[in-house]
């Protein structure tokens, strides 16, 4: 069965960090092309980040220069490093592949908050 677990998420300040964390079991996840996503409530899931099987990135322009994403296929897990946050990236972030989606997670909430 394949399972996408996100964790890592939290209460911050603004300027704060957070390192979320995407753990698969079932697949691979060298094999895919991954991103990041995330939703408020109300509006359509966002796409903030993405990582290539060969490792090259993408990100969307409101977190170019202060997100960064990386992956360890050996741990099957993929990183989102959030660094200068602010309250608009409050959200619940996920992480898929690209479409064919897998099954999704919970997800993990990120509030930025003073």
């Known amino acids: 069965q394949v399972k996408l677990v996100e964790s890592g998420g939290g209460l911050v300040q603004p300027g704060g960090s957070l390192r979320l964390s995407c753990l698969a079991s079932?697949?691979?996840?060298?094999?895919?092309?991954m991103n990041w996503y995330r939703q408020v409530p109300g509006k359509q899931r966002e796409l903030v980040a993405g990582i290539s099987s060969d490792g090259s990135t993408n990100y969307a322009d409101s977190v170019k220069g202060r997100f960064t994403i990386s992956r360890d296929n050996a741990k099957n897990t993929m990183y989102l490093q959030m660094n200068s946050l602010k309250p608009e990236d409050t959200a619940v972030y996920y992480c898929n592949k690209v479409i064919p989606w897998l099954d999704w997670g919970q997800g993990t909430q990120v509030t930025v908050s003073s």
């Open positions: 079932g697949t691979m996840i060298r094999l895919y092309h």
